[in-house]
């Protein structure tokens, strides 16, 4: 009973925190307050581990001031991701390849979901779909409809990543044909916003919306493949765009309510799903299921939906947790193999519920 009371007053102190990724430091976070800092192996170590850490991600700096500077921030984040393993239990937290850099750093150079969401003039509600005969388990990479995990670099466009990723599976879907698309093309020639909002228009590596790029999408005619147009992870002035190589297009797509059973229900129907996370608990999360006592719904990074699963266990809710299957785009050295897992079922945490989008129609593109 202590133990539960324990985590209980952990929850409320860390409630008072503003857990948003911008965060500037984390050693000022008052969560610190709670969690006990002790000068554990991990620690002690730090100059060890920061050696492992340069030669597995092949870190360089350019003088001994930088390398002293992402020292500390190392040693800052080997402490945040020991408080992120007492917060998120059934998760494993620790040294990622983001270890060097300050949440405020990774919110800028990792991020790129624009923060106002709206609805383009041609997006659809999803038609309400059963929900009775729903499976336990299931994941679109055992059915071929996920390419390879991709990188989005020192590139704000995860957005684009969402949306070729969604596009790619509904393509799978109409042609039985896995295509990888361009999010470059996204990236150069996507400057769809809203004239009524600010801060709304896909600018690149300096964020975007999966919805405006799917309105792009439709309306532009499709996505080239990413042999034809490759990812430099670089914002372009000029649009190397050509029609005559359309790969795959969209005639509409459509916004998925936030329940989760309907969420489900469109994921196994349409293929792989477009959505917005709060991905704060991702700069230290190395694999499990995600499931953090506090998370901001404010959704700052667009990635995958590719299956759900029933077989994750949390810590102190007494029972397996289901979860769900996320695609990444920060390379497969990160998480579990470029994915990431958190649970489902848990009012809408980290905001992934909120943000839900997929591809309701492909057009097979003559051979």
Not at 56 to 76: G, I, M, P, S, W
Not at 323 to 330: F, G, M, Q
């Amino acid at each position: 009973m202590d133990r539960v009371i324990f985590f209980y007053l952990l929850i409320a102190a860390a409630s008072l925190v503003s857990i948003s990724g911008e965060v500037e430091d984390s050693l000022n976070n008052p969560i610190r307050q709670v969690v006990r800092e002790e000068k554990d192996d991990q620690l002690l170590n730090a100059d060890h581990q920061f050696t492992l850490f340069k030669s597995k991600y092949q870190k360089t700096y350019k003088n001994q001031v930088e390398h002293d500077h992402r020292f500390r921030v190392f040693k800052a984040n080997l402490r945040r991701a020991r408080r992120h393993q007492l917060l998120d239990p059934s998760a494993v937290h620790g040294v990622t390849q983001f270890s060097d850099v300050t949440p405020k750093e990774f919110s800028r150079k990792y991020l790129g979901l624009k923060q106002r969401f709206r609805l383009p003039n041609d997006t659809q509600k999803a038609a309400i779909l059963p929900t009775n005969e729903l499976p336990t388990d299931f994941d679109w990479r055992e059915h071929g409809a996920v390419t390879h995990v991709k990188n989005q670099g020192l590139c704000g466009s995860c957005w684009s990543f969402s949306t070729t990723g969604a596009l790619e599976g509904a393509h799978f879907l109409a042609t039985k044909e896995l295509v990888s698309l361009s999010e470059q093309q996204l990236i150069d020639c996507d400057h769809t916003c809203d004239p009524q909002q600010a801060n709304s228009c896909d600018a690149g590596c300096r964020g975007g919306l999966m919805n405006n790029a799917f309105e792009y999408t439709l309306k532009t005619g499709g996505l080239m493949k990413e042999q034809d147009y490759p990812y430099t992870g670089r914002d372009h002035s000029v649009c190397k765009f050509n029609k005559t190589m359309i790969a795959a297009m969209v005639s509409n797509f459509s916004v998925v309510s936030a329940d989760e059973d309907q969420i489900a229900a469109n994921l196994v129907q349409h293929g792989p799903l477009a959505i917005a996370i709060n991905a704060l608990w991702m700069q230290t999360y190395i694999g499990g299921v995600s499931c953090p006592y506090v998370c901001s719904k404010n959704q700052n990074h667009g990635v995958l939906l590719v299956g759900f699963g029933s077989a994750g266990y949390a810590p102190l809710r007494l029972e397996e947790k289901p979860y769900w299957i996320i695609k990444n785009s920060w390379g497969s050295l990160w998480g579990e193999k470029g994915y990431y897992k958190i649970c489902r079922g848990s009012d809408n945490i980290c905001g992934v519920d909120t943000m839900v989008s997929t591809v309701a129609a492909v057009h097979t593109i003559p051979q």
